[in-house]
């Protein structure tokens, strides 16, 4: 069963079989995170033709038939062609090389999904549907972006949880004090009251406040009264 996860991609080695669209649409995606981006193909779109002019990627002219254990440099290799026969192929050599493995066009038998994807100002998301509909997954993603993009009032709940998690950090507040403060936190009325007035500073002097409550009662409890 596949799980979600974030995974920092700046400086990995990504190859992918197939210079088409999708071989370019991923491209792109991973040449924005800083992965190193090689494409193997016997044909390629423009696009990835003047990406490799400003010496972003690299081209290299070969078909499929050819590509095998060159792949085991790589950390993630993308299958974007059509043709599913050589799947079982790259199944295989991921399995010896170790490397993961994005069947774009086997949406069951992928090891990685590329899922659609949106945020804004610290809060990501990820949108799949498991091969079942595209267009679903952008329509769900499209979503959840209004929902984000008109919420203020989440953001600046994260901003003084954000503070809270470096400030109790700062003190070296024992792990069970904090989790007790965040819990607390969770269902505060008047911090989600501040947080929807965009009160920022306040809020902090409210968590603070709360920290410093939590900090006495567990040297009271220590204490033995």
Known sequence: MRIPLFIEFSGKRVAIIGGGNVGTLRAKKFLRVGADVTIFSLEFSDELKKLEEEGKIRLIKRSVEKIGEELSEFDLVVVAIGDKNFNRKFIELSKK????????????????????????????FAVTTEGKSGVVARIVRDKFQTLLEKDGTIFTYLSAMEYLKKYMKSREIPINVRMRVYAIASSYKDLIRLSEEGKIEEAKRLLEKIVEEEVRKGEVRNSGF
Do not use: Q, S, W, Y
């Open 97 to 124: 090389h170790r490397f993961l493995l994005n069947l774009a066009n086997d949406a069951e038998k992928t090891e990685v999904v590329v899922p659609f994807e949106g945020g804004k100002d610290g809060i990501r």
